[in-house]
């Protein structure tokens, strides 16, 4: 049996990356004040409308949709979606995705070959800003929770620290799904291989400061940035969801990556009814959804969950 809130949550998962992502879309490469109001203003380097998302939950979408006729997640489908959606000339995409979704791979063992393919920097945070859905696939099985995470993960970054910061915040979503907590961060990171180096990396973020991790644009910087919002912000109620989403802001650089990233994890936490709901009135994006079709999304893929 599932709590009261249970539902709440499972849709928060969608909702909250969607409301980070478009949140911080129109601060992106910029340093908002202490004093700046953070909102839902558009604009940014791609003039975005009010509440449009951008390529973080355009992607977080692609995996939804193919998880919805789960049970599990059909690695194809996600792959068929992330080209479907690089076939509609997206405004913003990462380089690293790019570089992989140009080749148009045809099946999902072909663009994980592509993603092997490339060398150079290959540690950015595109598939940790996409991977919130995975967890709703999973909610039965936390291993195959975790290892989805990777797999889904390396479609595009064939990168070790990318791979195991999917897997620390799919494990995460999923306990906050179910346990209304933020506990799962710290309790997968304790069993992980690399347990010392992210234990390091989390007590910097709880202890530091953004100036401490500022490339965000990293994989690794941007899962700090966000344990940096979430656990340095007030949790005593539900609206540590926007506080968290406006320090993200606050912390600058890839502001709607890092920002749709903890949105994930806090929606699971504290449930969809947790984002203001002027912000959920004005979310859209790309393939043609709306905030409100979001919820729904997300309560098909937990009944499908395996």
Not at 105 to 131: E, F, H, I, K
Not at 132 to 155: E, I, N, Q, S, T
Request: with cysteine.
């Amino acid at each position: 049996m599932h709590d009261a809130g249970y539902s709440d949550r499972v849709a928060g998962v969608l909702v909250g990356t969607a409301a980070g992502d478009a949140l911080g879309a129109g601060y992106e490469f910029t340093h908002p004040g202490p004093d700046a109001v953070v909102d839902m203003i558009g604009g940014g380097v791609f003039d975005w409308a009010p509440g449009e998302w951008t390529d973080d939950t355009s992607m977080a979408v692609a995996v939804a949709v193919a998880a919805a006729s789960g049970p599990g997640i059909d690695l194809d489908a996600v792959a068929a979606g992330f080209v479907s959606w690089y076939d509609s000339k997206p405004p913003d995409i990462g380089n690293q995705t790019r570089n992989v979704l140009s080749a148009r791979p045809a099946s999902a063992l072909d663009m994980q070959a592509v993603a092997m393919s490339l060398t150079g920097r290959t540690g950015g945070n595109g598939s940790l800003m996409r991977t919130a859905p995975v967890a709703l696939a999973y909610l039965d099985d936390a291993a195959a929770c975790v290892a989805a995470a990777g797999r889904v993960g390396l479609l595009t970054h064939h990168d070790e620290q990318a791979v195991e910061a999917c897997k620390i915040w799919t494990y995460a979503i999923r306990h906050a799904v179910l346990n209304a907590d933020f506990d799962g961060v710290r309790e997968y990171v304790s069993g992980s291989p690399q347990s010392e180096y992210w234990t390091d990396r989390l007590d910097e973020a709880e202890k530091g400061t953004p100036a401490d991790f500022p490339n965000n644009g990293w994989v690794v910087h941007a899962l700090q940035t966000a344990w940096w919002a979430i656990t340095t912000t007030d949790q005593s109620t539900p609206e540590h969801l926007a506080l968290a989403l406006a320090a993200c802001v606050r912390a600058g650089n890839d502001t709607d990556t890092t920002a749709a990233i903890a949105g994930g994890l806090l929606g699971a936490r504290w449930g969809a009814s947790a984002v203001p709901a002027r912000w959920r009135a004005l979310l859209h994006g790309y393939p043609g959804l709306t905030g409100a079709d979001l919820p729904d999304l997300a309560l098909r893929i937990a009944t499908n969950s395996r």
